[in-house]
């Protein structure tokens, strides 16, 4: 991924310097290189699509943070709190290319179909996310919106993985849903730390999604159980924007059953995930991808 | 390339339709396919392409109109002076992910490869001008610009066109010098636009790149035979954003020959690119990329 800097100038290897050594889990490679290898796929091809995907991720995080205004990612400072508005465009931009590049040199179209597919799912979901009222509270929209957030691109990284790696169609498609649903279950994971992390853990403010009027899974069943409450009924009224509000709603989202409820639908998809994994013999591979899938529930504990 | 927005949201199917409407002279895609048809190209993968070169076109118009806070492009209002920066960003992604679907729709790595190489130059380009002061006559910097800027994509279009019509290696060569070529060509003469036309006509205010502390040739010219003049003297210390100032030096470069030794560069470039057209019997498709490579000169009378 550094490489991908040379030769540019100075200020945009800063850049991506700065992108990089944030750091992040790197959930996305993981699983290409799991799958891969599991699948007897070429490594140095699987590198490649690794830094692709992960590449693809972080332009896409470039523009987010710079569409949301958000100051702080893994608990550093974002690149559009230091750059202009402009340079951090162009960056976010260039890693597009970059990702791209890497993904032709696959030497496979249809990782290349699937690549250009994904990030059209992705950035459709945002514009959508964008023109959709805040503050409202629906289920379908949810599902929607986390798939194209964040599913998608799991989704792609597993089923890609398992394309160059040669593997039938019918191992394709189970890796595509091993991707599907870890990928679900990450976000509701992730959607449920914005509730119940503090600042320090998670790297940016508690409560951001709903003071965001994003309406996330944990928000969802507890507006479901609380049909008479007031700061409810308030939020698509705009209430999501009143600070004393939010902090009471996400106190009492945290003292309600709906954390565990959303943690109950994330093992959901988990399961669904190592369901499609029992289809492959025991190894070191299938036994480091059930440790991740697992992994993703896990960590909020 | 409309059918690009097919099945998304009529938001972005607005954006587009907008984009698309305003029009433009569609240089690009006739390169690729005059380029194609006079090589025995196959015609589907050729208009495949032809969109795929326009739509990354436009995508990087957008951002650019952005970053520029340009209000009019080709005369009609840009995306950015509609609708807001954060949607303009995303709908410049989600061209650029059209793009990419497209490029790979070829079926060619090769033609990836170059796409996304020829992105990863036209913003660099860009990032280099951003960081670049303002104001300072650079020869070098200037064709450096003009070829990431315009010259790298028109390239990209006659080489990626001669590659998936199975030329050869020595004719994908010769055909990328007609498309160098003819971009440099095309630059220059844009640059000269904006110092001969009346707004009218450019669709944008004249003398907007030295108001925008870019020294193009005719300046370049200007500045070299007048090293006395002090409102050239005061460009590099931030005379450009005077317009006053700019206005006394778009009118003094108009009524020098510095006009008429850019169009003798312009046409030097053209002459190179006819060149290159020689090698190949004559034709339709010959005479036709003759006729084109002459309009780019032409147009400016």
Redesign the interface.
């Known amino acids: 991924m550094r490489a991908q800097a040379d030769e540019?100038?100075p200020?945009?290897r800063a850049a991506l310097e700065h992108l990089l050594s944030a750091g992040g889990k790197r959930v996305r490679p993981t699983i290409v290189l799991l799958v891969g290898n599991m699948l007897g796929g070429n490594p140095d091809r699987l590198v490649t699509l690794s830094a692709a995907v992960e590449l693809l991720h972080t332009a896409?995080l470039v523009?987010d943070d710079?569409?949301d205004g958000a100051l702080l990612r893994r608990g550093t400072p974002t690149l559009n709190a230091r750059w202009?508005?402009?340079?951090t465009?162009?960056?976010?931009?260039?890693v597009?290319?970059?990702a791209?590049?890497l993904?032709?040199?696959t030497?496979?179209?249809p990782v290349?179909?699937y690549?250009?597919?994904t990030?059209?799912v992705i950035?459709?979901g945002?514009?959508?996310q964008?023109?959709t009222s805040k503050g409202i509270a629906n289920r379908d929209n949810y599902y929607q919106r986390i798939y194209a957030k964040t599913a998608s691109l799991f989704e792609t990284c597993a089923y890609t993985a398992a394309m160059i790696s040669n593997a039938g169609d019918e191992t394709c498609e189970t890796m595509r849903q091993f991707g599907y649903n870890t990928g679900m279950a990450f976000q509701i994971v992730d959607d449920i730390l914005d509730f119940t992390s503090d600042e320090g853990t998670v790297g940016k403010p508690v409560g951001s999604d709903l003071l965001n009027g994003l309406i996330t899974l944990p928000a969802l069943y507890y507006i479901e159980s609380h049909p008479g409450n007031s700061d409810v009924d308030e939020l698509a009224e705009g209430g999501y924007a009143d600070p004393q509000r939010v902090a009471r709603l996400v106190a009492a989202v945290r003292a309600s059953d709906s954390i565990q409820k959303a943690m109950g639908e994330a093992n959901r998809f988990v399961d669904k995930a190592l369901a499609a994994l029992s289809a492959f013999p025991a190894g070191n591979e299938r036994e480091a991808l059930i440790e991740l899938a697992r992994y993703i529930v896990d960590r909020e504990l």
Chains 1, 2 share one sequence.
């Open positions: 540019r100038h200020d945009l896409t523009h710079l569409i202009s508005p402009a340079a465009v162009l960056t976010g931009d260039f597009f290319a970059r791209a590049k993904a032709a040199e030497e496979s179209v290349m179909k690549f250009a597919e990030l059209a950035v459709n945002e514009l959508t964008m023109f």
